[in-house]
């Protein structure tokens, strides 16, 4: 039976073009006030006012929801390393006791603590853990996520990592992209050799991942001391080759020319952005490469620096907004938070800045022509708040506004005392 959203007072539609938003594009929401949204075997068959929704011919036979305050696409969230076994707690006290990176590191602490961790979790127990977490996503509007591996750096705990994600979308309604981020980090018993840790990832984890269709997307972290633009190019070149989509973490720490590496391998996103020229923003408009910017890991780092939002707007490239939901530098899974943070310290509007986190987000994952926006076709992914006016979403923070969030047409999130149900007599 189809299924009757209304009493809406503010709907954001986001209806145009389906493609990545750019510029001026960023802020055109699509409101409409008074609306409602009519659903049929999880798929949206008719947005807009409520008047002319409720005309539409299976609106009368359908079951009808009766909501109020603001109505927008579920949140994408492009960017998060969601399985970790462990957070980093103690990582958390010394930092905070004015330890530094080094310090952490030297401690046993770090990305190291979390490979460790990952190593030993059996998979069953890290499947588990994943759906708990994505009941969190849930209950805060985000209804597609991006998961990363990158904690394992063995072949062993990198295929565990992905086949938990597999197993975990079982358990969960919060629907999950694997990215393969083998890349992420060089091991312990690798002892610093970049090039000889790539080759085995790339003879060995990355064919394997490919012929199990174990993960949508391949990942890679080119930074200082990590891995190298010219490293960069040639593995994504490959993971393109063997069917995985190109994306990366670039200009994070420092410019070292990530980003034109990855876009030389055809990237679909390129994720931080926080030191990007303006020769890299130039390539990413050209290649037409979305920026997914995470500005609540520089909040919790307790950074100044953010990414350059307004300049990368302002030059035509499409901008997403993202967790980067990770145990060491983003213990953070409410997009509400990162919209507060994107409009307070990277200059966006609200506007913008709930685009970022829908419509492109989507993009941002190659399924913006099914999820991202409410119009007719698109999968009734939903999230309700309590607000006046979706500004609010951005305005208040450190609390969760959303009390009903759907997926696919079904209710997977509600917090009953806001929203009721009233069903045909």
Known sequence: ???????????????????????????????????????????????????????????????????????????????THAVFAEPRLKDFSMRTAGASYQEIKAAGGGITSSVGAVRRQPQRAMAEQLAARAAGFLECGTTTAEVKSGYGLNMESELKILRAVREAQKLTPLEMLPTLLAAHSVPPEFNGEAQKYLDYVTAGILPKVAAGKLAVFADIFCEKGYFTPEQTTAYLKEAKRLGLTPKVHSEQLSNCGGTRAAIAAGVISADHADHVYAEDIAAMREAGTIAALLPASNFYLGLTKYPPARELIAAGVPVALATDFNPGTCPCWNMQFVLSAACTHCGMTPEEAICAATVNGAWALGIGGRVGSVIPGMQADLAFFATEDYRELCYYFGANQCVMTVKKGKIVYENHPVSHRRRPC
Do not use: W, Y
Request: hydrophobic share 50%; charged share 20%; with cysteine.
């Open 1 to 79: 039976m189809a299924t009757l959203f209304t009493g809406i007072k503010q709907l954001l539609t986001f209806a145009g073009d389906k493609a990545p938003r750019q510029g001026a594009a960023m802020r055109e929401v699509g409101l409409v006030k008074n609306a409602a949204v009519l659903v049929d075997s999880g798929i949206i068959v008719a947005a807009g006012s409520r008047a002319a929704v409720s005309r539409h011919r299976l609106a009368k036979k359908a079951g009808k929801i009766e909501v109020s305050g603001v109505c927008l696409p579920g949140f994408v969230d492009s960017h």
